[in-house]
């Protein structure tokens, strides 16, 4: 019994650091980008996405161009469309998959992290894909 303590406290000193670590290298990223907020929408992804309405035709096959998530939470925002000025469509992967609207303005005002102020970043790695890929 004594050894299953053992092992007991040893993992949750394990996840523990863990954890500690990568909120030191969230906050260092903070520190190294100047504290300020990732730009969600580069001009270079705004000459990418094609039009509100324009991909309706296409249904699932519509091609997903820019992903967004919550580094503290599971919420992951897939844009399809966008009409130039604040308006995605597109996969929102949250309490459960849906297709739908949402806002750039509203990506760039949430802040997280039990007061670490963390925003919505872009995934800077994400290749397009279509959306019935990520309906899977």
Known sequence: QNINSCYGIIFFQVILYLTLL???????SRF??????????TQEIRKKLPALGSQEELGLDAVVVVKFF?????WTWYATEFDGKDTFFGLVDGLEKELGYFSLRE????RLGMGLGLGIERDLYFEPVSLRELMK
């Open 22 to 28: 990568a909120l030191r290298v969230i906050l260092f």
């Open 32 to 41: 190294i980008r100047g504290g300020m907020a990732m730009e969600l929408l």
């Open 70 to 74: 919550s580094p503290v939470s599971f």
């Open 107 to 110: 990506l760039q005002d949430i």
